[in-house]
C-alpha cells in the first residue's frame, strides 16, 4: 500500500509539472533527478514514469530516461473539436431558465478572470476559464456528456499553460468573447453560441510546433 501511494503521488507530481510545463515537451526527465526532487526512491517513480507513458505524456528510453512529448498539433485540433461538440450540444439541450441561471453567474467568473489578467496571474486565470467552459456542458445536465468533458481536461489545461504568453498579450479580446458567449447563452441562439465557440477557441488554441512535433503553445 506505501509503495503504491508512493507512485500515486509520483505519478501526480510528475504529470503536473509537466501539463504546468515545468517540463517542456523535449524535456529528458531521469528516474535519479526525478526521485531526488520529489523525495522518494526510484521505484514509485519508475512505476509513475510507466503510467505517464501509457498516457502519452512521455516516452520511456532505456538507459537514457523518459522525454516528454505534450500534446501533438493533431490532437490539439481534436481536443478543440471534441469540445465544440461537447459544450454547444450542452448549451442547445438545457432549458431556457437553466442558461439565463447560468449567464448570470458567469458573469462573476468573467470578472474575476479580468483580475487575474491584471495581476498576470495566468495560472488563476486557467483555473477560471476550465472552470467557465466546464459550465457550459453542466448546464446540460447530461452526466454522459460531463465524463467525457473531463477526460479531457488535463490536455486542455496543458495548452493553455503552453499559450501563457498568448493569453496575457489577448486578455482584453478573451474577455469580450467569453462575454459574446454569455449573450448567445442568454438568447437561446444554439447556432450563434456555437460559431462564437469555434472563434473562441480557434483564436486562443493557436499555437506553434517545435521539432519533435509536439505543441509548444508560444
Known amino acids: 500500500m506505501a509503495d503504491a501511494s508512493a507512485s500515486d503521488r509520483a505519478y501526480r507530481v510528475i504529470r503536473n509539472r509537466i501539463i504546468e510545463h515545468a517540463y517542456e515537451p523535449g524535456t529528458m526527465l531521469g528516474e535519479s533527478t526525478l526521485a531526488g526532487e520529489i523525495g522518494m526512491s526510484r521505484t514509485p517513480v519508475r512505476t509513475a514514469l510507466a503510467r505517464l507513458q501509457d498516457e502519452g505524456w512521455i516516452a520511456v528510453y532505456p538507459k537514457r530516461g523518459a522525454q516528454v512529448r505534450g500534446v501533438s498539433q ?20 438545457a432549458s431556457s431558465p437553466r442558461r439565463a441561471e447560468l449567464a448570470d453567474r458567469l458573469e462573476e467568473s468573467i470578472e474575476a478572470q479580468r483580475v487575474a489578467f491584471a495581476d498576470g496571474d495566468v ?96
Open 123 to 218: 495560472a488563476q486565470f486557467i483555473d477560471l476559464t476550465l472552470s467557465f467552459h466546464r459550465s457550459f456542458v453542466e448546464v446540460g445536465e447530461n452526466r454522459v456528456l460531463l465524463e467525457l468533458y473531463d477526460r479531457l481536461v488535463d490536455r486542455h489545461r496543458f495548452l493553455l499553460f503552453g499559450s501563457g504568453e498568448r493569453l496575457l498579450s489577448r486578455c482584453a479580446d478573451i474577455i469580450d468573447e467569453h462575454h459574446l458567449l454569455l449573450d448567445e447563452v442568454r438568447h437561446g441562439d444554439g447556432p450563434g453560441f456555437a460559431k462564437a465557440l469555434r472563434n473562441h477557441i480557434a483564436e486562443t488554441s493557436a499555437t506553434d510546433v517545435d521539432g519533435f512535433g509536439d505543441v509548444v503553445g508560444r
Open 74 to 93: 493533431r490532437a490539439a485540433a481534436e481536443l478543440a473539436d471534441a469540445r465544440i461538440v461537447l459544450e454547444s450540444t450542452s448549451v442547445d439541450r
